[in-house]
Every structure is written in structure tokens, then in C-alpha cells.
């Protein structure tokens, strides 16, 4: 009796690409997966009629590869697409899946980069080249012969093509190929002009069409945030600041960014661990352990790490990075909003992100909608409420347990009860004033912007103009401090903590010894202390912030 063998086992991948999609974290071929995987394996042209989000990238990316011999160094495989940003998307799909296929290479081929890199990759024998069709026909003009090894031919989103005008760029492409190709076509749509295509150019094809099922996670409130790649963590730790959760998981895309961002969020304090494919099993099954019952309240994971991972107290789920495709989005929120509960998936999306996003509105059949950072006053408002939510239920017997405590010691320090409390509510919050001030001074990105490497300080209004110093309003000093400039700014990925803290380490100072930063493009200004200034300054002298020299200097506003 022979092993029954299901998923992706059972489609006859190379063992090598179907390692590469167990990585990944894929468990279930989709639908058009399951019909035209065998289809292009075999051999046969083939119309498949699919909308994007039907997984129908590696519906023919996964075949190929397996088809395609990694020893023969020269183009074996062409997928065209209509756009420069889904040929990156499917080029990228195609290393993925071919990590475990040493000697295969991918080549994006699009028009606004430089030719000259593109034809030494095809001629250098790139075995997969993603093409648009207008840049490929420009190398066509160079070397008439660089498609002549083709065995594979795909025309990705061919209704697209069309409408985009590349009718006449596909017929050049189409003679520069060798006939005994196979030939796929993908298209959401089969209007006449592609019927007229498929009957000139495929050769008996088979069909394949699957209907768009909506996904519906209607428990779940979804909702993303614009975001630059570089400033996610930033945005992630302020989110978490107002955001209400039990317990939360994080999905990012690589084992290393699990530890990254874990370790950035044990050092704010959260009870937070890192998820991955390198954790042994017993330790992947302590730290469930450990967030369902509360020990954890933040796992930071990649989706193979995750699959299987049910636990009740999750409230929310954070796409810090955005999914390869729609079914892995609906897999990854399906950890909140589970047996009737509701739940909130946040998602950050990045510029060149922002096609995914309605993809995944589409396919899921809902909208997802815009929020911005919160600012400083929603931080400080999230963070008083914490507070106050853990002193309410101690006040309630306090007097009666410990007001004779209280007379004596206000007695025996000599203070008020208002100076007792203000004394034990500094150490509560760990030296937090818990002010407006103090929340700007320690957040960095601008609230409801995108956070760019060149965000600017809370207190910019706009960048310096070239060539000349920003005219502005002066601020006012506070009391008893000196204004010093740096000519570090925002430009140099310098956030106001990072002034902060290289201050207080190198100066030897207490956090309220330190005024009011301002964080402009060119450089930024800081309040430090007037009494003793200049020797504080030689303590500085050699600091360095982000690998360069802060070289503070008194500021005189002329």
C-alpha cells in the first residue's frame, strides 16, 4: 500500500525547488497552482485565465525552474511583463524560489536602468530573464541573437500588454525566439486581441481558469501605514506605544530580522522573543508556551517559524514586512480574530509596496485603510493611561493599609504627601517625566509621514534651504541652558535619541541636564547646561554619532 503524498509534494517539482517553497513557508498549492503546475511540467502550451493574488506567480515559476537545466549557462526562460515594478516582483519570486538551485541566475530587464548591465547579465548566461517588453526589444536592436536559446516563454498579465500598446513589441520578441518553444500565457481577461495571439503563437494549448474566491477576515480590522524601509522599527515602537494588545505577532521576512527587531523591543522593555526556522523545537514550543500564558506578550516571526502557532491572547498581528502574497496576508492575520474574538492587523507598506496593498484589498474583497503615526501627544496620552490603569486598583485600600506608613515617612523626610507621590511615581516610570517635551524629545519620526531616511525632528516645519541657514522664529531657552549646534542632521540619519544618547554617555549626565533638541536637515541644535559648558564640550570632543564626529559648538543666533 503505497504513502499517500499531498501539497506541493505531489506536483513532481525538482527536489531542489520544492525545498526552496517548504522555506518559504507555503503548505497548500492554491488553485490554479494544483491545475497548471502539471500542465507546464509536462511540457504543453498552455492559457491560464487568473487574476493576480491566485498565487499564479509560482504557478509557472516553480515548473520552469524545474525544467531548466542550471548547467547550461545562457537564457533558457523569458517571462514578460507590462510593468517595470511587476517584473521586480516576479524576478524577485524566481530568486526565491531558486535559493536552493546553486548556479541559477535572474535578470530584471526594464526600462530607466542602464542597458549595458542588463545585456552582460543575459549574454553572461543568466538562465531566467523578466523582461517588459519595450526595454527587451531595445536589446533585440543590439543583439538580434539574445533570445535564440529560449525554451520557455511566458507572457504574464497579457491583457495588460495590450492595453499598454506592446502588440507590436510582442511580435518582434515572438519571431526572435526559436518556434519549438513552450509558450504560457496569463491573463485575468481573454478578449479577442489575446484569443488572436494565443491561436497565432501557442501551439495546441491547454486551458486553465480559475475563478477569484474573496478571502473574507471580516472579525479582523485591518489597517496599513506608509512607511520608508529604513525607519520600520521606529515606526513599529511607536505603534506599539498607543496601539491596546494582549499579546501580539510580528511577521517580518528573514531569520535575522526576528532577532533584530526582538532585541530592539526587549530594550524598550517589552516581554518580546524572535521566531524562526533556526530555533530548535523545544525552545520554539517554550516561547508559545511562554506567550500563552503571559510570560511573552510580543513573538516576532517568519511565516514558516509561525505555521501551526494558535494562541488565544493574540489580539493583534503586525506585518512589519509585507508578504509575498495575498493567501500568505490572509494565512498571517488569521492568528487574531479567531473563534469569534475580534482582532487588528497592522501592515507597513513601503513606497514600492504600495501595488501588493491593492492586490491584497482585492483579493480579500476589503478595504484596508490608512492610518499615520500617532504624535507626541497620543504617546504621552497611551503612556499616562498605562499608568494610570496599573495604580487604579492599588489606590482603592491603600490609605487604610499604608496611610500610617505615609505620615511617617513624609515625617521623617520632611515633605509633603504631593512630594512622596511625585517622588514614587519618578520611580515607577523609571525617571519619565511623562511630558510633551520629553515624548518629542525621544520620538523621531514625524508623525503621519512616511518616515524617510531625511524625516525631520516634530518641531520642523520644512527643510533647510540650499545654500542658506532656515529663517525661522526663534525658540526660547529654557532656564539655565546654552544653545550648541552640530552639524549632524536629518540628512545624516540622525534622530534626536541619537543626540540624546550619545550626550548622556560621553558628558556624563543626568537626562534632565539636557534641554530641548532640535533635529533640522543640515544639522541640529542642543540645550545643554551653561555652568561648566566649555568643559563639557572638551568631554565631547571626540564623540561620534552614527560613525560621525557630533563636534558641538556654542550657538549664537545673529
Known amino acids: 500500500m503505497t504513502q499517500e503524498i499531498g501539497g506541493f509534494a505531489a506536483l513532481d517539482l525538482h527536489p531542489n525547488v520544492l525545498a526552496a517553497v517548504i522555506a518559504t513557508g507555503y503548505e497548500e498549492p492554491s488553485a490554479i497552482q494544483i491545475q497548471a503546475i502539471p500542465v507546464i511540467l509536462a511540457g504543453h502550451d498552455m492559457i491560464g485565465q487568473a487574476q493576480t493574488g491566485t498565487g499564479k506567480t509560482a504557478a509557472f515559476a516553480l515548473p520552469i525552474l524545474s525544467r531548466i537545466d542550471p548547467a547550461k549557462r545562457q537564457p533558457q526562460a523569458l517571462i514578460l511583463a507590462p510593468t517595470r515594478e511587476l517584473a521586480l516582483q516576479v524576478a524577485t519570486a524566481f530568486e526565491t524560489y531558486a535559493k536552493q538551485m546553486p548556479g541559477v541566475n535572474v535578470i530584471a530587464v526594464y526600462g530607466g536602468a542602464p542597458m549595458g548591465p542588463q545585456l552582460k547579465a543575459i549574454r553572461n548566461g543568466a538562465?531566467?530573464?523578466?523582461?517588459?517588453?519595450?526595454?527587451?526589444?531595445?536589446?533585440?536592436?543590439?543583439?538580434?541573437?539574445?533570445?535564440?536559446?529560449?525554451?520557455?516563454?511566458?507572457?504574464?498579465?497579457?491583457?495588460?500588454?495590450?492595453?499598454?500598446?506592446?502588440?507590436?513589441?510582442?511580435?518582434?520578441?515572438?519571431?526572435?525566439?526559436?518556434?519549438?518553444?513552450?509558450?504560457?500565457?496569463?491573463?485575468?481577461?481573454l478578449p479577442h486581441s489575446i484569443r488572436a495571439i494565443a491561436e497565432k503563437h501557442l501551439r495546441d494549448p491547454k486551458h486553465v481558469k480559475i475563478e477569484t474566491k474573496t478571502q473574507t477576515v471580516t472579525a479582523i480590522e485591518q489597517v496599513h501605514l506608509m512607511v520608508h524601509a529604513d525607519q520600520k522599527h521606529a515606526a513599529v515602537l511607536r505603534l506599539l506605544e498607543v496601539e491596546e494588545f494582549d499579546a501580539l505577532i510580528g511577521f517580518v521576512r528573514t531569520k535575522q530580522a526576528t532577532l533584530d527587531l526582538a532585541a530592539a523591543l526587549e530594550a524598550k522593555g517589552y516581554k518580546a522573543a524572535a521566531l524562526n526556522g533556526d530555533i530548535a523545537q523545544n525552545q520554539r514550543e517554550r516561547v508559545i508556551e511562554s506567550l500563552k500564558d503571559g510570560r511573552l506578550d510580543i513573538v516576532i516571526a517568519t511565516?514558516?517559524?509561525?505555521?501551526?502557532?494558535?494562541?488565544?491572547?493574540?489580539?493583534?498581528?503586525?506585518?512589519?514586512?509585507?508578504?509575498?502574497?495575498?493567501?500568505?496576508?490572509?494565512?498571517?492575520?488569521?492568528?487574531?480574530?479567531?473563534?469569534?474574538?475580534?482582532?487588528?492587523?497592522?501592515?507597513?507598506?513601503?513606497?514600492?509596496?504600495?501595488?501588493?496593498?491593492?492586490?491584497?484589498?482585492?483579493?480579500?474583497g476589503q478595504k484596508v485603510g490608512e492610518v499615520k503615526l500617532p504624535d507626541a501627544k497620543q504617546v504621552l496620552d497611551a503612556r499616562i493611561k498605562k499608568l494610570t490603569n496599573s495604580l487604579a486598583p492599588l489606590v482603592a485600600d491603600a490609605e487604610a493599609s499604608h496611610g500610617e506608613l505615609l505620615d511617617r515617612l513624609t515625617a521623617d523626610i520632611g515633605c509633603s504627601p504631593r512630594a512622596l507621590a511625585a517622588a514614587l511615581l519618578r520611580k515607577a516610570t523609571n525617571g519619565q517625566a511623562l511630558t510633551l517635551t520629553e515624548v518629542e524629545r525621544d520620538q523621531p519620526l514625524v508623525p503621519g509621514s512616511s518616515g524617510g531616511p531625511r524625516e525631520r525632528s516634530e518641531r520642523t516645519e520644512r527643510p533647510d534651504r540650499e545654500g542658506s541657514r532656515e529663517r525661522r522664529?526663534?525658540?526660547?531657552?529654557?532656564?539655565?541652558?546654552?544653545?550648541?549646534?552640530?552639524?549632524?542632521?536629518?540628512?545624516?540619519?540622525?534622530?534626536?535619541?541619537?543626540?540624546?544618547?550619545?550626550?548622556?554617555?560621553?558628558?556624563?549626565?543626568?537626562?534632565?541636564?539636557?534641554?530641548?533638541?532640535?533635529?533640522?536637515?543640515?544639522?541640529?541644535?542642543?540645550?545643554?547646561?551653561?555652568?561648566?559648558?566649555?568643559?563639557?564640550?572638551?568631554?565631547?570632543?571626540?564623540?561620534?554619532?552614527?560613525?560621525?564626529?557630533?563636534?558641538?559648538?556654542?550657538?549664537?543666533?545673529?
Open 127 to 189: 538562465q531566467i530573464v523578466v523582461a517588459t517588453p519595450g526595454r527587451l526589444v531595445d536589446h533585440l536592436r543590439r543583439d538580434e541573437k539574445v533570445l535564440s536559446t529560449i525554451q520557455h516563454l511566458v507572457l504574464d498579465e497579457a491583457d495588460e500588454m495590450l492595453k499598454l500598446g506592446f502588440m507590436d513589441d510582442l511580435e518582434v520578441i515572438f519571431k526572435a525566439m526559436p518556434e519549438s518553444r513552450q509558450t504560457v500565457l496569463f491573463s485575468a481577461t
Open 473 to 558: 522664529a526663534p525658540v526660547p531657552l529654557s532656564e539655565g541652558k546654552a544653545r550648541c549646534r552640530t552639524a549632524l542632521g536629518a540628512r545624516d540619519g540622525i534622530a534626536a535619541k541619537n543626540l540624546l544618547g550619545a550626550i548622556l554617555n560621553e558628558g556624563d549626565l543626568a537626562r534632565e541636564d539636557i534641554g530641548r533638541i532640535q533635529v533640522r536637515e543640515s544639522f541640529s541644535l542642543v540645550e545643554l547646561p551653561e555652568e561648566g559648558l566649555d568643559r563639557l564640550l572638551g568631554k565631547l570632543k571626540d564623540t561620534r554619532v552614527g560613525g560621525k564626529p557630533l563636534k558641538l559648538r556654542r550657538y549664537r543666533e545673529d
Open 303 to 364: 511565516d514558516v517559524a509561525a505555521r501551526g502557532l494558535d494562541v488565544p491572547r493574540i489580539t493583534h498581528v503586525m506585518n512589519v514586512d509585507m508578504p509575498y502574497d495575498p493567501e500568505s496576508y490572509v494565512h498571517r492575520i488569521g492568528r487574531t480574530g479567531r473563534a469569534g474574538r475580534t482582532g487588528r492587523a497592522l501592515l507597513l507598506v513601503t513606497p514600492r509596496e504600495r501595488r501588493m496593498l491593492q492586490v491584497i484589498e482585492r483579493v480579500t
